[in-house]
């Protein structure tokens, strides 16, 4: 398995855009995560969801943000309109639900939002 | 409220030296607890379990259910354990996996 894929890995918008950004997860694994890292706050989880269910979206900031999980393979989290402060590296992170069992990380993506 | 503390944002020490990065949470229940380490330009990456009672890299990590902390320690660090640390706490009977803010480690030559 290549791992979680992240696209893009870089995405410069203007300001009141629309961003998708999109997440592979690793085949098998039932949970996915969406963080986001900036140097203020450090990594913040946004959402996860377990089965393709989003379980807790209490860490998405605004309205503004918005994540869809159609299928066991794909994630999408967007973001509409954009803002500056929006601008941050963004973690697709998957795991196997259960005990002991670790998180594996995308690349990330890297949105500037001018 | 599920809380993991890491207060240090940057630690700096010289090669050699001994290295505590610190981590407190403040969870209800029994929490699984992690470090993951972020090397310059690479994806995050777990790096040792409080369950598997490993040392990875020199790495090692104690559970201090009193205190609630979990700190990673190294006797003698070296300058390829430069990164980012994040400590994070997984409660056993949910999914959620929350991090600290992080601690930067640099180490000197």
Redesign the interface.
Known sequence: DAGVIQSPRHEVTEMGQEVTLRCKPISGHN?L?W?RQTMM?????LI?F?NNVP??DSGMPEDRFSAKMPNASFSTLKIQPSEPRDSAVY?C?S?L?G??T??F????TRLTVV | AQRVTQPEKLLSVFKGAPVELKCNYSYSGSPELFWYVQYSRQRLQLLLRHISRESIKGFTADLNKGETSFHLKKPFAQEEDSAMYYCAPLLYNTDKLIFGTGTRLQVFP
């Open positions: 949970s995560f963080y706050r450090g990594l913040e989880l996860y377990n379980i807790d973690f992170a795991r639900q005990s002991n670790e998180a990380f995308g690349q990330g």
